[in-house]
Nanobody, 115 residues
Framework: QVQLVESGGGLVQAGGSLRLSCAAS????????MGWYRQAPGKQRELVAT???????NYADSVKGRFTISRDNAKNTVYLQMNSLKPEDTAVYYC?????????WGQGTQVTVSS
């Protein structure tokens, strides 16, 4: 069965950094588009970044230049390096995998940025 397990969330001061990881299993990771999304309290879930099988990336305007998505196909893991964090980055961050018409989600990891 498909599993996406996020880790690396936590509490950090504004200006700090965190690195999220998402360990994947149960599907063909190498050919999948991997992404990070986030949902703040009272808001809709929004795209943060995606990375397709060819290495193409897409970032939300709000995180461009601060966040970097990467993947290690040998470890079936996708990462989100988050630098220069702001209080408005506070949210639950979700890992997503997409392959053809299928899409899977992790359970989420909380990121809290204090001012």
């Amino acid at each position: 069965q498909v599993q996406l397990v996020e880790s690396g969330g936590g509490l950090v001061q504004a200006g700090g950094s965190l690195r999220l990881s998402c360990a994947a299993s149960g599907f063909t990771f190498t050919f999948s588009t991997m992404g990070w999304y986030r949902q703040a309290p009272g808001k809709q879930r929004e795209l943060v970044a995606t990375l397709n099988k060819g290495g193409g990336t897409n970032y939300a305007d709000s995180v461009k230049g601060r966040f970097t998505i990467s993947r290690d196909n040998a470890k079936n893991t996708v990462y989100l390096q988050m630098n220069s964090l702001k209080p408005e980055d506070t949210a639950v961050y979700y890992c997503n995998a997409a392959w053809y018409s299928s899409s899977w989600w992790g359970q989420g990891t909380q990121v809290t940025v204090s001012s």
